[in-house]
């Protein structure tokens, strides 16, 4: 057994709440619709189903549902100790050590519908362009806050 101590290894997984807050949205603009543009006549309420806005509603819920499954099946994760970093998924997992790693950028992004988000810019060796990461994609953005600034402080050692 080795006296080393253990490098703190941290496990973060992409955010998906959004997929279940648009598909709901969508969902209740359906019913509010097609309640809207029914009728209530003797105490029966008819729902107007093929409607070109209830059917265009549909289409958007199939493809945040199909954006869903495919997220959940890609798995993606990021994966940060104070010595490498790796960015898996389900199918392709690349690590970078320390060395490999030129700059890390820790900034803020400005989008113009979504407001201001931190982004973190991974510049690596043999690779043009960089990763950009943005914090509120993933899960814990406090904590991969932190561990991006330990992993930093180490490329400056």
């Given amino acids: ?3 080393e101590p253990k490098t703190p290894i941290t496990t973060f997984n992409r955010r998906l709440d ?14 509010l619709y097609a309640l809207v543009k029914g009728t209530v006549e003797e105490w029966k309420v008819t729902v107007v189903l093929l409607d070109p806005v209830v059917i ?10 199909i954006g869903l499954i495919e997220s959940k099946y890609t798995k993606h994760q990021l994966v940060i100790s104070k010595d490498y970093v790796i960015l898996k998924s389900r ?3 690349r ?26 810019k991974l510049k690596v060796n043999n690779r043009k362009r960089t990763y ?23 490329l400056n050692k």
């Avoid at 265009?56 to 549902?65: D, E, G, H, Q, V």
């Avoid at 994609?137 to 561990?147: F, G, H, M």
């Fill in 18 to 31: 959004f997929y279940w807050q648009f598909i709901a949205v969508y969902a209740i603009a359906i019913i």
């Fill in 95 to 120: 690590k970078y050590t320390a060395k490999e790693i030129v700059r890390i950028g820790i900034g803020r992004q400005n989008l113009r519908y979504q407001g201001v988000h931190r982004v973190i």
């Fill in 132 to 154: 950009r990461i943005r914090m509120q994609s993933y899960l814990n953005d406090k904590e991969l806050l932190l561990a991006f600034k330990t992993l930093k402080k180490n």
């Fill in 1 to 3: 057994m080795s006296n």
């Fill in 56 to 65: 265009l509603l549909c289409i958007f819920i199939l493809a945040t549902f």
């Fill in 91 to 93: 199918f392709r997992e």
